[in-house]
């Protein structure tokens, strides 16, 4: 088994700000495996939270896992040895990826069918960051105008304060109202006990349908009171990374959303569906700073989840891969084989090992 590095720039349209900053460009890494004549490809985008904050830092864990001799060893094989050997999860997703792209490729299906899963039938949610009710009105324009949204996340939890929030909000609803979209609520942990309580009641009031992540990673002691008070259902996000977070809270949350950069690829992501849904919550996915190569690997799964927030592709200029488009809202899978995604030719990339 062959295993190569790549190094590409992702270029931003708009900087995605949220309650703990703002994301601008950044530099991703591509994994190709190959053996017996196909490639797979698998994508890493750096995480501070998901303990590899720069591509030299992926490649390094990448290096450390190889090293040990993956050949003879089977996806879910290779998964616990990077369990074991504590590999950074935004690190090991890329390679997962990878040899997933590759198995469906030798086995010439498309991996949602190599999966046993249907193609998706929900709409995908486009992001719009934090940001103040003059660009907020600027904005949505350039990202509906031709294009075939149904659904619009809004980040809230803004440093400036649930005022902000709200005015941001108002905003979003006056400036699309004549699009006929949804509006959907990420908080990322900018909000406390009591200003999600009070912002669940205030949302609810303007049809918003839930709330993803409205307590910050660490503050879960807070999560049944937020569940017993507020008047939506409470999605957790960076609260679960893995199948296993998911017995403690579930009986304080309505739904879990999983990211393959938190955690740690396709393997662990139908292990983190199958234990979502036999705890009777719903399942949502979303992306982090990714191209169309994982979010088609994520795309691919998608068919069984409740909600769907794979957009980060949409936000680049351009996209260095292809194979994730948008059909009717919907983030569609292709029937090509494996994940069907694919660094352009014309791609600028830095070979790096």
Request: glycine share 8%.
């Amino acid at each position: 088994m062959k295993i190569n590095f790549y190094k590409v720039l992702l270029k931003k349209r708009f900087p995605l700000a949220i309650s703990r900053g703002v994301r601008g460009d950044s530099f991703n890494v591509f994994v190709s495996v190959e053996k017996e004549g196909f490639i797979g490809w698998g994508e890493a985008a750096p995480g501070k939270s998901e303990q590899a904050d720069s591509p030299e830092k992926v490649i390094e864990e990448l290096q450390r896992l190889i090293a040990t001799d993956l050949s003879e060893l089977s996806v879910f094989e290779i998964e616990q040895r990077a369990r074991q050997m504590k590999i950074a999860p935004c690190a090991y997703a890329g390679l997962d990826i990878a040899i997933w792209d590759w198995t469906a490729k030798k086995a010439n299906l498309p991996l949602y069918q190599l999966l046993g899963f249907p193609t998706p039938t929900q709409p995908t949610s486009v992001t719009i960051g934090i940001n103040p009710p003059e660009v907020v009105k600027e904005r949505i324009p350039l990202l509906m105008e031709g294009s075939t949204i149904q659904s619009l996340k809004i980040k809230l939890g803004s440093p400036e304060g649930i005022a902000a929030d709200k005015a941001m909000f108002e905003q979003v609803v006056a400036s699309s109202e004549r699009y006929k979209v949804k509006i959907r609520v990420d908080a990322n942990g900018g909000w406390n006990l009591p200003t999600a309580v009070e912002m669940s009641h205030w949302l609810a009031e303007r049809g918003v349908r839930y709330i993803e992540q409205p307590l910050k990673e660490g503050d879960e002691s807070n999560l049944l009171p937020l569940y017993e008070q507020s008047a939506l259902p409470i999605y957790v996000d960076e609260s679960c990374r893995f199948a296993h977070n998911i017995p403690q809270w579930a009986r304080a949350v309505h739904g879990i959303n999983f990211k393959l950069m938190k955690c740690g690829g396709i393997t662990e992501a139908l292990r983190i569906i199958a234990t979502a849904k036999a705890f009777g919550l719903k399942t949502m996915v979303g992306c982090m700073s990714e191209s169309s190569v994982s979010i088609a690997a994520a795309a691919a799964l998608s068919g069984v989840l409740d909600h769907i927030d794979l957009d980060s592709h949409y936000n680049l200029a351009p996209d260095p891969a292809e194979g994730a488009p948008m059909i009717k809202g919907i983030t569609q899978p292709t029937e090509r084989p494996g994940h069907g995604a694919q660094l352009k030719k014309e791609t600028n990339v830095t070979t790096v090992g």
